[in-house]
């Protein structure tokens, strides 16, 4: 099975690897100060999210240590003077804050000469008209990449998960923001409680029907973290947790449903390994990552 992958479609755009570097833009959640709920969504960890990504700080510092971190990680790969990067501003909702100050903010990173794109993860109900203006604006400096969380396409499923928004919102939001010219990459959930495979197919074929299509998807497994909402969830109604094989599976039938000119942004993720609750499995990084590719390629 051939599938578009991140890797793939950067190089063509490019001509060359490009690299993440996940920061953080200071903002917190509507779904956490109680203008949309409170607690966040109930897999959300402290770190909203982005437990990989920077507390806050200035960007230029941000970008600094971030590069470090890749320098760190392939280092004698490539030389990194000459590497390219994505700024992904991943943790909480990156719009929901004044439009000027998060302007300088993204700026910032946008004029960084290294900086090939910026990529900002947000709840489509917090897309409001002067964010729309300063992201347009934006979009004048670097490409911009909006990233979506739906997660599902269940509004059962997301009252369940504190989703504290309608599908309806998304939908409205994702047409507004392709009308304008944006990169839209769309965040779905596997092994979200309450969902058979029907269901999460069903937000897949939900997705790939949109027109036009999104420039990219995140498949995500659910990671049950200490600390948060869905762990004491779990504690108090245990709910099926995908093995390994099952997962993958999903993700073949999801595969063969994407339509080709939509970019996979990722297959799978990571939990910090010192939080994780299940499914332990995932904890193996190289191992899971291993087994999805052979089932991909012997598909």
């Known amino acids: 099975m051939d599938i578009n ?27 956490r100060d109680g203008s949309a709920g409170y607690g966040g969504c109930i897999f959300c960890s402290e770190g909203g999210s982005g437990d ?27 030389s ?29 990173a946008a004029m960084e000469p290294e900086i090939a794109a910026v990529s900002i993860a947000t709840r489509p109900d917090c897309i409001q008209d002067d964010i729309l203006e300063m992201l347009l604006k934006l979009k004048q400096i670097k490409p911009v990449w909006i990233e979506l969380g739906l997660q599902t396409v269940s509004d059962d499923t997301a009252r369940l998960i504190n989703r504290c928004y309608e599908t309806s919102v998304f939908e409205k939001t994702y047409h507004r923001l392709k009308e304008n010219g944006f990169e ?68 073949i039938k999801a595969l063969e449903i994407i339509p080709k000119d939509i970019v996979i942004h990722r297959l799978t993720g990571d939990g910090p390994k010192n939080l994780l609750i299940e499914p332990l499995w995932s904890a193996d990084k190289k191992k899971v990552l291993n087994h999805i590719n052979k089932a991909i390629r012997d598909h």
């Open 5 to 31: 992958t991140l890797s793939g479609y950067l190089k063509k755009r490019f001509g060359e690897k490009i690299y993440k570097l996940s920061l953080s833009s200071g903002c917190t959640c509507p779904n």
């Open 184 to 251: 839209v990459i769309i965040h779905l959930i596997f092994g979200l409680p309450g969902e058979n495979e029907e269901m999460m197919l069903k937000s897949v074929r939900y997705v790939s029907d949109l027109e036009p299509h999104p420039d990219g998807i995140k498949l995500q497994l659910l990671h049950i973290l200490k600390n948060t909402k869905l762990a004491e969830y779990f504690e108090q109604n245990p709910f099926h947790i995908l093995s390994l094989d099952e997962y993958t599976d999903l993700l």
């Open 80 to 108: 990194a003077k000459d590497r390219k990067y994505i700024a992904y501003f991943q943790s909480f909702t990156n719009t929901y804050g004044d439009p000027d100050k998060l302007y300088t903010i993204f700026k910032e």
């Open 52 to 78: 990989f990504a920077q507390p806050f700080m200035p960007v230029k510092e941000q970008i600094n240590n971030a590069k470090k971190l890749v320098d760190d990680k392939f280092h004698g790969k490539t």
